[in-house]
């Protein structure tokens, strides 16, 4: 059943639960008048899902595993494989996933194009779904922030460079520590707060990243957010509205809002002080998203909190994320290290001794030892993630009913043979040597985008903070190749991806990351 139908028919039934309690008193009696309407409304609401298209694509593992809940279970907790398996049975076919939240089709790249502008196809929809924004406030980001990010942001990023690189400097030692030997160090929680530093820098400003409060209140949101959705999505939808309630991720949630209001409230004191001006240059997203076209919601406190907690979310999951992924590929192939130290050594500085946004772009083996991470360890396992807001039919005649969500099997694709060669071999140099081609220079980027690049999405919903979290991965990844070594523990291996659905393979408190340690001390060169 179609998200949206099962929603409209739930509303429908309690305006007829309405209606009937009314019946039952005009009419007089015991109840004969609310039994009247509560037939009735059953038999309109079952009509109309029978008489309702139904989705006419094969669903995966239906005839292997014959209890829809036991497929549900196979997407929460083994969805990698099973897109894999998916991709493999029906590489050029829509085909569907039974999940919590009803059938989900996974689509080949060729409808991507078609799909990707169509207006009846929201990306915002079926990320609020996905991370549950009626509990967590977390989802897709407003179409103001994005337009803000594109127009103003992501230009200043030359300025910010600078200013991101010092942050990291001057948190280095403290947040990730200074050793004199070989020393287990569970990197989850010290990466997850030096980019919480420098992403409150870019996103609230400099009083934000100076903070102790304000860091751990954003970043314990990410953290509580994801164990919040994982908690949720253990119930039925309709029960998720009482669930909500009285579990504890929830209650966490509203605390860490609760710490961080106040840090808003503070610098809109302070802008309106100064007549509306920059808190400081270059400016944030605090200071873009309140002025210009948005400065008539520039005070709204609520507003304005929300902004900050989505930016921190949104920002702040894939780049740390990303960055424990590539220290723990580093410790897992250690021959690396002395390649990309080189690289960051020989990379240029501005006078402050700083990497400038073209010295980061031009560290090119670190680009790609990141991307073959990304490729191997995707955050994503899906992305193009679209629910339509009405129905449509494809090109190949396949009706897709109003509420119908849909994805790219990403991850799959990126352990395509056929794509890319002895895939599933860890290969840190691979998309540096595809740059070396000639009229490929330009091509295989970490921040790239086309229907073999799809970590970022597709088409105008394509990722726009793509470019921040590039710099702050390489900024952070850069400072810890130039000051430790690493390795992995004494007959430790590299500790499996632990992943929830395909929203997210990351190290949150609930994976192996949060028990697994890297070996550091300080760089040997």
């Given at each position: ?149 594109k127009a103003k942001f992501n230009p200043s990023l030359g300025a910010l460079t600078p200013v991101m690189h010092e942050i990291v400097i001057r948190n280095r030692a403290r947040i990730m520590g200074e050793y004199q030997n070989w020393t287990p160090v569970k990197v989850h929680d010290r990466v997850l707060k030096l980019a919480g530093h420098s ?327």
């Amino acid at each position: 059943m179609a998200l949206s139908s099962l929603v409209e028919d739930t509303m429908f039934m309690e305006r007829c639960a309405r209606f009937a309690k009314l019946a039952t008193i005009n009419l007089g009696n015991t109840g004969a008048g609310a039994t009247i309407v509560i037939l009735c409304a059953l038999i309109i609401v079952f009509g109309r899902q029978l008489l309702r298209p139904k989705l006419k694509v094969p669903i995966l593992l239906e005839d292997e595993v014959r209890s829809p809940k036991k497929r549900r279970l196979a997407y929460c907790y083994t969805p990698k494989e099973l897109m894999e398996k998916g991709y493999e049975q029906y590489r050029d076919e829509i085909y569907g996933l039974d999940t919590n939240d009803g059938i989900k089709l996974v689509l080949p790249v060729r409808f991507l194009d078609e799909l990707k502008s169509n207006p009846h196809m929201s990306f915002v929809v079926s990320i609020d779904n996905d991370m549950q924004k009626d509990y967590t406030y977390f989802g897709g980001a407003p179409d103001n922030v994005v337009n803000a990010i594109k127009a103003k942001f992501n230009p200043s990023l030359g300025a910010l460079t600078p200013v991101m690189h010092e942050i990291v400097i001057r948190n280095r030692a403290r947040i990730m520590g200074e050793y004199q030997n070989w020393t287990p160090v569970k990197v989850h929680d010290r990466v997850l707060k030096l980019a919480g530093h420098s992403n409150a820098r870019v996103f609230h400003g400099t009083a934000a990243s100076q903070s102790e409060e304000w860091v751990d209140a954003s970043t314990g949101y990410v953290l509580s957010t994801f164990d919040c959705i994982q908690a949720l999505k253990a119930w039925p939808p309709y029960l998720r509205p009482l669930v909500h309630r009285f579990i504890p991720e929830r209650a966490a949630i509203n605390d860490q809002w609760r710490r961080a209001r106040p840090f808003v409230e503070e610098s809109l004191k302070r802008k309106n002080a100064l007549g509306g001006k920059f808190l400081e240059e270059p400016g944030s997203m605090l200071d873009y998203m309140t002025s210009g076209k948005n400065e008539a919601i520039a005070y709204d406190v609520e507003k304005q909190l929300l902004y900050q907690m989505t930016l921190v979310a949104v920002g702040t999951v894939t780049t740390f994320a990303s960055i424990v992924q590539v220290l723990y590929d580093l410790a897992d192939n250690p021959e690396y290290i002395p390649i990309l130290r080189e690289e960051v050594e020989q990379a240029d500085r501005d006078e402050d001794g700083h990497f400038t946004k073209d010295a980061v772009f031009e560290m090119k083996k670190l680009d790609s030892f990141i991307k073959e991470s990304q490729r191997l360890h995707a955050p994503d396992l899906s992305t193009f993630q679209r629910a339509a807001t009405a129905d449509i039919t494809l090109s190949n005649g396949l009706f897709i009913p109003k509420g119908t969500k849909l994805e790219a099997p990403t991850a799959a694709i990126q352990v395509d043979e056929g794509i890319y060669p002895d895939a599933q071999k860890f290969d840190g140099l691979r998309f540096y040597r595809q740059r070396r081609k000639p009229g490929e220079e330009n091509k295989h980027l970490y921040v790239s985008v086309g229907l073999n690049d799809l970590s970022f999405g597709f088409g105008r919903h394509a990722c726009p903070g793509r470019y921040l979290g590039h710099i702050n991965i390489k900024l952070i990844v850069a400072e810890i190749l130039l000051n430790y070594d690493i390795k992995l523990g004494e007959g430790q291996k590299r500790p499996a991806d632990q992943r929830f659905e395909a929203i997210v393979s990351l190290p949150f408190r609930l994976s192996a990351f949060a028990r697994a340690f890297c070996q550091m001390k300080p760089s040997s060169n």
